[in-house]
Each structure stands twice: as structure tokens, then as C-alpha cells.
């Protein structure tokens, strides 16, 4: 292990530190106020476990754990000091412990429920794991250039129970949505063009008309071709807006409460005329 004890990983790196307060880069480090809870702590600490010079304590188990693992470490090391890769070793670190089953008992509830909602069920592969798109004719992205990946998540994909009522109806949703949403982005496209052509020949009638070259009816004709054209054009671009909230919803993006009241069509009094 190449690690200098040098402690760059406690910081950001440090051309882009601008001031004390926000040097610190590892929240580690930062709550646990010694050594070891750095990244460079934990490599020398996981090193003298391996060596077998010291044991696994309470502490030890609270200093793998309290890591976030959010890299920083392994930025700040690759910027200021070695191309190491302390965050592969900190993953290591913690799954050594756990397979020595020496996790903080806080973790125990969430482990237990984790594996009683595993028992029995779902798929065992990755193979299996995609078992619920079987027969929608969905592409596969690890193989082919898609537009759109849809994830169905952990849950949704291995409980039998909701692959066909949540990941296929959504997926089925949203595809044929995207099939909406290519033909109408046609749509808009050859709207506008034909919008922008009449808009020119309105503006010419206007020119010719102003100049003495020719009747007003031809400016009427112009605008009578113009006014229709634009209003297709709006409502393409209001369909093709409505098709991207669709498939956004039917990702799981959700609405919002308020928008959906104000966007409910008005009823109308029984007594209006
Ligand atoms: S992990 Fe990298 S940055 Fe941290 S002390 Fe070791 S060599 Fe220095
Ligand atoms: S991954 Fe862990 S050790 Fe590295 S910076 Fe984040 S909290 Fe600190």
C-alpha cells in the first residue's frame, strides 16, 4: 500500500481550497476528529488488521462504518499525491467486516428486514432480473443505442407481484408514449416550417398591398392561411408538451397536488347559462 500518511485526502484538493472554513472535503474526518477516520487513517488501520498487529474493535467497526464513501478521498489522493484508488480499498475494508459480521448494531434492524424481504424471492441472476420486460419488445441498452433507459428499480423488477401491474405498465406507458412523442416532435417541425412560409407570404401581401401592387384581398388571403396554420402549430406543441409529462409521470416523476387542482377543467355553475 503506497499511502504516505500524507493526509491530502482529509481536504479538498488543495489548489481549490479558498479558505479554512471550507478546506475540509472528508465529513469523516471532519465528525470524528482523529486520524483513523480518514481515508489515509483507515488504509493504515485495515493494513494493521491484515498484518494481523492489531484486532477488530468496537472502534475499528466505527470507523469503517461512519466513512460515507463519497470519494472525496479518492479525488483529493488522485489530484494532490498517488493514482491510488483509496475508495476501492475502503469498500474492501467494509465488506471484510461485514463478512466477519462485525457491523454497528444499528445496521443489524435494516439488515435483518433486508434479507427477510430477499428470502424466497425474486430472481437470483441478473438474467432474471430482467425477466419482467419479457415479450414488450423493449431494446436492450447494454446492447443497442436506445433514446431512453427505463429503470424499473430493485423492487418493481424481482417481486413478481409488481413487475406486471408497476415495471410492464409503466414501460408499455412510456414506449408507446415516446413513439407519441417522435411523431409529434415531426409534427411540430413541419408546422412551424409551413408556419414560418406563410408568415413570409403575409408579409409580402402586406409589402405589395402598401406599395399600391396589389388588393387587399390578397393581404385577407395571406392571413386567412396564416391564422389556422399558427393555431395548429400551438396545439402540436401543447400535445408534444403533454406527451413528455405523461411518460415523466409514468417514470415515477410523480405530480404535483397543486398543479393537478389548477389544471383540472372548471366546471361549470348548473345555473350558467
Ligand atoms: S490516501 Fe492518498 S491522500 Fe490520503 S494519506 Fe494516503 S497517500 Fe495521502
Ligand atoms: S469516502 Fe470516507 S474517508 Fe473518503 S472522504 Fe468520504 S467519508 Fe472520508
Redesign the pocket.
Known sequence: MRCTRCSY??YIPYDLVKSSRFAY?????KAGKFHS???G??LVTALSLMDGRSEVTDKVVDIAF?????????V?CKMCRYDME??MA?REFRAHLVEMDRVPESYRPIIERTRAAMAGKGPKTPADRNAWAEGLGLKDPSTEAVDVVFYAGCKYSMEESLRETRARAAAQFASSNDVTRATLEEQVAAQEKLVKALRGYARLARLQFDGGRAPYSTVLQAEEQLFPAELDWAAARAQLCASLVGIYKAMGGGWVAAAERLSASPTRPASSP
Open positions: 485526502c482529509k472535503g472528508c465529513p469523516s474526518i477516520y480518514s481515508a487513517g483507515k461512519k466513512c460515507q464513501l463519497c470519494g472525496n478521498c479518492d483529493a483509496p475508495i475502503l
